[in-house]
């Protein structure tokens, strides 16, 4: 130690960068899972809600159980949303879901354009909150 408090190098501590060894074997690469089934349905309904998209930006409720079916889903299953206000204004998008192996798929479709995604189940065993099913 220097006076002050200051160090040489000769006080320092020794550092070392190790070289990787050049036999290490690799790290075994990740298993991918397959897709769950709620994953392989939500591909199936985005095919099937583009398809409807592609004729109309905003469908109406029977456009949408019809576009599930085409999908795959079990028309018990289903929930729609709402196509009319109780004031009898058109809504801006008309949601459906299915019950897809204990979780939730969720499409869309709003302007022309289509969302899906998968959601858990709701403690009530629905994908929706509310009585309109």
Do not use: W, Y
Not at 41 to 60: E, G, I, Y
């Amino acid at each position: 130690m220097l006076p002050g408090g200051g160090s040489t190098a000769q006080d320092a501590p020794a550092t070392s960068a190790a070289a990787p060894a050049k036999d290490a074997p690799e790290a075994p690469a990740e298993a991918t899972k397959p897709p769950s089934a709620a994953q392989e349905f939500s591909t199936k309904l985005k095919a099937s809600l583009s398809k409807l998209a592609a004729t109309t930006k905003a469908p109406n409720r029977e456009q949408m159980m019809a576009a599930m079916l085409e999908a795959g889903a079990v028309k018990e299953k289903t929930e729609l949303s709402i196509d009319i206000t109780p004031t009898g204004l058109a809504v801006d998008a008309v949601e459906a879901a299915t019950l897809v192996a204990e979780e939730c798929v969720i499409g869309q479709v709003r302007d022309g354009n289509v969302a899906v995604t998968v959601l858990p189940v709701l403690a009530s065993g629905r994908c929706f909150v509310g009585d309109v099913h």
